[in-house]
């Protein structure tokens, strides 16, 4: 136990190359995109959403938006309010990402006040700084997971799977060309919060119980959805019905704790509830419904959101294929974590895969699921591990094979770069029409013309045409 306790917060060797390796990666791709020295670069699609409470609040003092008529033209481009019920402009995003993104903007600010940049809210500045504030989220995030993993596996296990969650998936790029989306934070927070649920349950305590309700509630304020990080909280360790009764027999004696965990999770929503209550008459507004945006539980795309050419999470991003093999082992290694880690992900794909855009809309892979990957992480290091302390042909293969789907991904987010991967209309045709070519393939846009055409009918069957 003190080993595992010392692991725990001590990274070895390999993982200190490999956290430094990735953060080195994520700046050196940062700066040669360079993509926020365009104007219409960084802050754009979701993020201009997510980041308008900023300016907003701290260079004109409106939240209603009002100062958006003063130079509509600038404006237009910028913010894309909705119309609330009564009538007033309201952000559609809760304010979650702008809470993380604060230090970096008021940082940003200051340095306009200083230099010949506009100190609009959206000049390089501002632009510079959202960019790179996802590298500290994903350095928070590999701390954390590291700290979780070593109290369990080897410093090399620990280190090829770092690569495999970050230069392996489609968080890669969500951590460079689109850095300020919310995945790379959610990645990191839900890192954090499976630290602090195993220290709760080693000493449980009123100070962190506390801190778990406040990461929850952060996390569920970027990402409602993710309100299932609870599951993991609430279920980790439980390995038979026997301790599910002691569970809960736990919290029902220390129910004051659950109160306390609940109070401080709607505390970190209070801005949230104050905002909505001010511009829509009520302290909780789905804002998506005003766009006719909805769930269909009745019809989960499940098979879609996994396996389809369009969009699946496991077509695109296919070194997660190992983390789901790895459950068989986690189950041997650690069979404590099946039941929050199944409950979590099995819910978690039929709730993503229920959203009228089951495929998230423009995006590299199924974004949607980057937030789980430190949970995903577990399993993948369970696999790593039966590998690397079996015979040596087994290291061997699982080596080759993640660093070939490392590899895939790597040029595959090149391919996204260049428009090789579409956004949004894939299809079996395309995808093989491209697969590990450096060139466009004749006739590829015709093809996503006709795809997006057979698209049109989802979009006005679920009142989005």
């Not at 360790?237 to 736990?250: A, M, P, W």
């Not at 090149?414 to 090789?420: A, D, F, I, L, V």
């Not at 029409?433 to 055409?453: C, S, T």
Request: a positive charge; glycine letters at 6%; aromatic letters at 20%.
């Amino acid at each position: 136990m003190v080993t595992a306790l010392q692991n725990s917060f001590k990274p070895g060797k390999w993982t200190k190359y490999t956290i430094l390796f990735i953060l080195l990666s994520i700046v050196g791709i940062n700066l040669g995109h360079h993509r926020y020295n365009k104007p219409d670069g960084v802050i754009e699609w979701d993020i201009k959403s997510y980041y308008a409470y900023l300016p907003a609040v701290f260079i004109y003092h409106d939240l209603s938006l009002g100062f958006m008529d003063d130079d509509p033209e600038k404006f237009k481009g910028l913010i894309w309010p909705l119309t609330s019920p009564t009538g007033d402009r309201i952000i559609k995003v809760s304010m979650g990402m702008s809470v993380l993104y604060t230090p970096f903007f008021l940082a940003a600010h200051l340095v306009a006040q200083f230099t010949p940049w506009e100190a609009d809210g959206y000049s390089r500045p501002y632009r510079f700084a959202l960019t790179f504030s996802a590298l500290f989220y994903i350095w928070l995030g590999l701390i954390y997971l590291t700290r979780v993993l070593r109290r369990y596996f080897a410093d090399k296990v620990v280190a090829m799977t770092l690569l495999a969650v970050v230069p392996g998936t489609n968080l890669l790029y969500y951590s460079t060309f689109e850095a300020p989306m919310s995945h790379a934070f959610n990645f990191a927070l839900i890192a954090v919060f499976m630290w602090q649920t195993i220290r709760f349950y080693e000493a449980p305590s009123l100070g962190r119980i506390a801190m778990a309700g406040a990461l929850a509630g952060l996390i569920t304020l970027i990402r409602p959805t993710n309100i299932l990080v609870l599951l993991i909280f609430f279920l980790w360790d439980i390995r038979s019905v026997e301790q599910f009764k002691n569970r809960v027999l736990f919290f029902v004696h220390h129910f004051g704790w659950v109160i306390l965990m609940a109070g401080i999770f709607v505390l970190v929503w209070v801005p949230q509830f104050i905002y909505w209550k001010s511009l829509t008459g009520t302290f909780f507004f789905f804002s998506y419904g005003a766009q006719s945006e909805r769930f269909f539980f009745a019809e989960p795309q499940i098979f879609n959101i996994l396996f389809s050419y369009k969009k699946g999470w496991l077509v695109y991003t296919p070194i997660m294929v190992l983390a789901f093999a790895g459950m068989i082992w986690m189950r041997r290694k650690l069979p404590g974590m099946m039941l929050p880690l199944l409950a979590f992900q099995l819910i978690n794909i039929y709730i993503l895969s229920s959203w009228w855009s089951w495929w998230f809309g423009g995006g590299f892979g199924l974004r949607a699921f980057i937030d789980s990957y430190a949970l995903m992480a577990i399993p993948m290091a369970c696999l790593m591990e039966y590998a690397f302390d079996g015979p040596r042909w087994r290291k061997a293969v699982l080596i080759s094979l993640t660093v070939a789907l490392i590899m895939l991904n790597l040029f595959q987010t090149w391919q996204y770069t260049k428009g090789m991967i579409h956004w949004e209309n894939m299809n079996r045709k395309t995808y093989w029409m491209h697969f590990l070519r450096v060139n466009p393939a004749p006739g590829y846009w015709d093809e996503i013309k006709k795809q997006y055409e057979e698209d049109l009918e989802w979009y006005r069957r679920v009142g989005q045409a």
